[in-house]
């Protein structure tokens, strides 16, 4: 048998005969391994041997101490002396000790100098494989000259540094023999000793050099040295790859090797000729049980190995690759970061994310009307999109990305750029089950984002009003930097209250702040003039410099006439510089530069008129589209117009003072005309809370409010607020307080305020009454709303409103089924009868008298003449409101309307009349806040009747109102407009209710009483001949300068607050004002002439003395009442009979402005 040779060159000094010497580079590795190993095994058998020899000798010497007590002396003397023997062992021991210390800091990758040695170990090794994959190419073995193989020379230099740090492992590992036997210590000694045999032979041998592949398992180690793997997802993805890739490369190379090679008792004469690459494909099809049969092993080494290599790599082909193809797949879709892009902003929102949630806010967000929306919108939420959100979020794909992770991370607040955003905005539950729950979620990613970026301005819904006071907790939440709270359930009670207030108004606020398309319907419908109005929406712009030095109501003219848009409000700037939000000032204030108007428009491209306005260009322009910037607002060029909207209302904006809070109307007391409630006041007498914004009586036990059936029966209630409210003891909070102190705003004189009947579950109301037992005129009946027997005894019939709400909406799973108590106590209200035996106005006609108005004079005499139409004798003409979660529930609230089950809410019929409110609406405030933030503050103060950051910083210490004594300061608090509604009818507009223009009536009340009408409150079938019209009305908002009026309307309006109403509350004489007094609106106020004041108020002390003492009488018989009328009460008639036609001309003629027909028993508390 012929003998197989290796490659031989004359250049290179190698055996001339050409024989093979694998067996010497195999033995040194051999040699070096099991002679390592015999020396250890052999060291640790000495070491055992001397251990148990010299403790056998150790033992008796101790046993004889111990039992020889009269040595011991001496003993012990003698240890003393060999103490110096023993430092110098001790010493030897420490040296080994440090030594060892040492080489376990070099190779540990605790320290920066180990990570560089062990990340710098791993490389050579994967470039030492490398080398290999390049010597596969060439024969197993092959004469090398080591001074001119560049391959040779650089992996000689890698294995010496292998050997070195194979050192400094040896040092530094506690147990050798396991050291010896690992892994890499077993790589090292199959690859190391051949270099250097090669090197002295001139020869190379591939050999095993492939084991320097089973380095690559150490693989995720180094990534997570790096600190590249952070997740155990990560983690285990690169352990299972790189332990496949290993084995597989590993297997390879020994296939590699025998195929080459052949067997060696058959002299190599069956070997055959396979690449390295094809060897991996073998072995890859091997694992795969596939076995093509092109490529196989001939060698019988080679066939043994895949015999016991099928089991194994079966086995791990089995399980490996499809938990690696798991992990690819379980991989987060949404894991990236995000890339800030140059030149446009971006902002977070987080919280509650959802299809309903996300689509309600990119729908306001991104809505056309939006001049410059060049932001874009990052969500962050812990949960993948679904496939209906993920659709939603592909076809904003421009200006929307979602990542998920969780804002209580640092890592994923980096991700998303938080530093670099113009705001977060965190959505909250609105649905859900526990509110509290919710708020402290919410409030706890506020803490977090602070906590990463204290000066990221943010922007939060909150559920419950008690919760917001938890913001102030945290040092970095910021008012005056922009930072924001949108209280849900104090908006939408405020929402409720104003409902009760003017009819309708809820609905025509939330039209405002949400951006909503125009919808053109040609035929003449009311929905076609109440889509014409929900089309506008707030804005705020700069005014022109034109408009310097004028008066407010001059400037609201002009625009509404000539610009075509409504000013309501201005940011009017002190002699303090304290900066403060206007609404409807009157003529003392006039117009400074660089004023900040707030505008009614259909987009904000209108609004850009009241800055481009010029007086010398465009005085004589009729179209208001013409009104352009022109060259001499070009030249001047100082207006900060190409700022955002975010931008401009903070610039000389109330957040940048840093004493200001949001304000209405509230003046210097010595700009205050006919300011005799200064000069009467009584500084011993609290009547107001400390701040002098709201209405304050001394708390009461909850009993002394309580009203039994019998006793409400007897009671001649008219003219009141009716609160249902569905809870229990287990019920969340809907927050109460929220709903009463709008009704209890010092704005309206006290006997206009509203009596607020509560009836539903004394429990609940009992969780409620901490925050309410400062307000005057409340009472409670305890009951239910559905109970027919409870609603006749608080006269709903007489009701100025009724309010159905329900604490127990959201502890419902099916939403269909969330508002079902609302809804049955609305239907049952509306198909009750009632007699009309008090024949009392129904709701539809209703008005009040100007304040400011001279009664003596014919031309201006009060508001009068109204139709006394048949009185409310169906509950179907009850004036309602009804709290919805579910907006779908709407359809179930009318049963005559035609509403689609899909249509959406803003265009339903209850929600256009003002008789349904949802929440939902509420969802719009959060792009409205993060545009403009003055708007949140103009629409909280409009609703919550004058709410501020000092009154919610002290409910957040007390949580209950403080009263305070009466001073011009306060005083001058209650001189802030509110809204009313107007009728036209009878009275001073009477000549415009009949085909007049709205426009005309505009500048007829602005100019004459400083009143800002913006809306029209009509009957539905107003312009339609019917035989039975509809008593239903609905909502127009900002009607155009022509458009039409009939006599029945009522007119929204901003009126400002009288003086002189609150001087005397006598009757009025006119016939009309009995009318008006069962009329179902409390916007009223009836001024008093100054020429009949005197005459007026003798009248008013004899009848409040009478009044005294027939109530001193009263009270020595009977149980003592719950009432909050001051002393100086105008006269009532008391009596506890049926009614009958006398009693009812009696409410008629004492009756002012919806007042309540006092109780049957009652006692006076100083108020």
């Not at 809505?367 to 979020?393: M, Q, T």
């Not at 510089?577 to 003392?588: A, D, M, Q, T, V």
């Not at 006290?750 to 109301?765: A, Q, T």
């Amino acid at each position: 048998m012929e003998d197989v040779v290796i490659p031989f060159s004359s250049e290179v000094p190698c055996d001339n005969n050409g024989q093979r010497m694998w067996w010497a580079f195999l033995a040194s590795s051999m040699v070096t391994f099991f002679g390592g190993l015999f020396i250890i095994l052999l060291w640790r058998t000495m070491k055992y041997m001397w251990t148990v020899c010299c403790h056998c000798n150790i033992k008796p010497k101790e046993v004889q101490k111990v039992n020889n007590p009269a040595i011991n002396q001496a003993t012990d003397s003698a240890l003393k002396g060999d103490e110096k023997e023993e430092v110098q062992p001790a010493s030897e021991v420490g040296w080994m000790t440090s030594v060892k210390d040492w080489a376990g800091v070099m190779i540990s990758a605790q320290t920066l100098t180990g990570r560089v040695l062990v990340v710098l170990v791993f490389a050579l090794s994967i470039g030492a494989l490398g080398i290999y994959f390049i010597d596969s190419s060439d024969p197993i073995e092959s004469c090398q000259n080591f001074y001119k193989d560049f391959t040779l020379q650089i992996d000689m230099a890698f294995n010496v540094f292998f050997l070195l740090y194979f050192g400094l492992r040896f040092i530094a590992a506690n147990d050798k023999l396991w050291f010896w036997l690992e892994v890499n210590s077993v790589v090292d000694f199959f690859t190391v000793p051949p270099v250097f045999v090669s090197v002295y032979l001139n020869r190379s041998w591939l050999g095993l050099r492939f084991l320097r592949a089973l380095r690559l398992i150490q693989f995720s180690e180094i990534l997570q040295f790096l600190n590249i793997l952070k997740t155990s997802n990560s983690i285990k993805l690169v352990n299972l790859c790189s332990i496949f890739i290993s084995t597989w490369l590993t297997a390879a190379g020994f296939i590699h090797l025998v195929e080459n090679s052949g067997d060696p008792w058959e002299n190599f004469q069956n070997s055959q000729s396979l690449s390295y690459w094809e060897c991996v494909y073998l072995l890859m099809v091997t694992m795969s049980t596939v076995g093509y049969g092109d490529v196989y092993a001939k060698t019988t080494l080679g066939r043994l190995f895949m015999v016991f290599f099928i089991l194994g790599g079966l086995a791990m082909f089995a399980s490996y690759v499809p938990e690696i193809i798991e992990l690819i797949g379980n991989r987060k879709k949404y894991g990236g970061s995000y890339s800030a892009v140059n030149g446009r902003k971006h902002i977070v929102v987080c919280g509650h994310i959802t299809l309903e949630s996300v689509s309600n806010f990119l729908k306001d967000f991104l809505h056309k009307d939006r001049d410059d929306v060049n932001v874009e919108i990052v969500f962050l939420h812990n949960i993948s999109p679904n496939l209906e959100l993920e659709a939603l979020f592909k076809r904003h794909f421009t200006q929307v990305e979602f990542y998920q992770g969780s804002v209580l991370n640092p890592h994923d607040l980096a991700r998303v750029k938080i530093e670099s955003a113009d705001a977060c905005l965190i959505l909250a539950n609105k649905y859900c089950a526990d509110p509290d729950a919710e708020d402290a979620s919410n409030i706890m990613r506020v803490i977090s984002i602070k906590n990463y970026h204290p000066k990221i301005r943010i922007i939060t819904q909150m559920l419950q009003y008690h919760n917001k006071a938890h913001l102030l907790n945290i040092p970095s939440w910021n008012w005056k930097e922009g930072d924001d709270a949108i209280c849900l359930a104090e908006l939408k009670a405020g929402f409720i209250a104003q409902s009760c207030l003017a009819q309708g108004l809820s609905t025509m606020l939330a039209n405002l702040f949400s951006m909503r398309s125009f919808i053109e319907i040609e035929e003449d419908t009311w929905q076609k003039y109440y889509l014409e109005g929900v089309a506008n929406e707030m804005y705020t712009e700069y005014l022109s410099s034109a408009f310097v030095g004028l008066s407010f109501p001059t400037v609201c003219e002009l625009c509404y006439v000539k610009l075509k848009l409504l000013l309501i409000a201005i940011e009017y700037k002190s002699e303090q510089r304290e900066s403060s939000i206007l609404i409807n000032p009157g003529n003392h204030v006039k117009m400074q530069e660089g004023t900040l108007g707030f505008f009614i428009a259909s987009d904000a491209k209108e609004v850009k008129r009241a800055f481009f306005y010029c007086k010398a260009c465009h005085d004589d322009i009729t179209d208001p589209k013409r009104i352009k910037k022109c060259g001499c607002k070009r030249l001047e060029d100082e207006h900060p117009s190409t700022l955002s909207p975010k931008k401009k209302q903070r610039n000389g904006g109330m957040r940048n003072s840093p004493n200001c809070s949001p304000k209405m109307m509230r003046h210097d007391p010595l700009l205050i005309p006919g300011n005799e409630q200064i000069e009467n006041m009584d500084m011993n007498v609290k009547r107001y809370d400390s701040t002098g914004m709201f209405h304050w009586c001394p708390s009461k036990e909850i009993e002394k409010v309580i009203l039994t059936r019998s006793e409400a029966s007897m009671t001649v209630l008219s003219g009141h607020v009716v609160v249902c409210i569905f809870g229990d003891v287990t019920s969340a909070l809907v927050g109460l307080r929220n709903l009463v102190m709008p009704l209890r705003a010092s704005n309206f004189h006290y006997h206009e305020l509203k009596p607020i009947v509560f009836v539903g579950s004394l429990e609940y109301l009992r969780r409620e009454w901490e925050t309410l037992h400062n307000f005057p005129k409340v009472s409670i009946l305890p009951g239910t709303p559905l109970s027919r027997a409870d609603l006749r005894a608080v006269n709903i019939n007489l009701c100025d409103m009724c309010v159905i709400l329900s604490a127990n909406q959201n502890n419902i799973e099916d939403a269909s089924l969330q508002d079902k108590e609302c809804i049955l106590a609305s239907l049952n209200i509306k198909s009750m009868q009632f007699d009309d035996s008090i024949g009392v106005l129904q709701a539809n006609s209703q008005g009040f008298t100007p304040p400011g108005m001279d009664r003596s004079s014919p031309d201006s005499s009060p508001v009068h003449g109204f139709v006394r139409q048949a009185s409310v004798t169906t509950g179907s003409n009850i004036p309602i409101i009804t709290e919805l979660v579910n907006d779908s529930n709407v359809q179930f609230l009318d049963q005559d309307d035609d509403d689609d089950p899909d249509t959406e809410l803003y265009l339903t019929q209850p929600f256009a009349c003002g008789t349904a409110f949802a929440v939902s609406v509420l969802d719009s405030l959060m792009s409205a806040t993060y545009f403009n933030d003055n708007i949140l503050t103009l629409i909280r103060t409009l609703v919550t009747g004058g709410a501020t950051p000092e009154l919610e910083a002290l409910l957040a210490e007390e949580n209950a109102l403080r009263g305070g004594y009466s001073t011009p300061q306060t005083l001058a608090n209650r001189d802030r407009c509110r809204v009313a509604q107007l009728a036209l009818y009878d009275g001073p507009f009477a000549d415009l209710g009949d085909g007049g223009c709205y426009g005309d009536l505009f500048c007829k009340a602005l100019k004459t009483y400083n009143m800002l009408c913006f809306g029209i409150y009509r009957l539905r079938d107003a312009h339609m001949s019917v035989p039975s019209p509809c008593t239903k009305r609905y909502v127009i908002t900002n009607p155009p300068y022509e458009f039409e009026l009939v006599p029945t309307d009522l007119i929204f309006c901003l009126m400002q607050f009288d003086h002189n109403a609150g001087q005397s509350r006598t009757s009025l004489s006119h016939s009309s004002h009995s009318s008006h007094s069962s009329s179902k609106k409390s916007s009223s106020v009836h001024s008093i002439p100054p020429s009949n004041r005197q005459n007026r108020s003798s009248k008013t002390r004899e009848a409040r003395d009478k009044q005294n003492a027939t109530r001193m009488n009263r009270m020595g018989q009977e149980k003592k009442w719950f009432t909050d009328e001051p002393e100086n009460a105008y006269p009532r008639n008391i009596q506890i009979k049926p009614m009958s036609t006398h009693m009812a001309n009696q409410v008629n003629q004492y009756k002012s402005t919806s007042s309540l027909i006092p109780p049957i028993r009652e006692v006076e508390d100083e108020c």
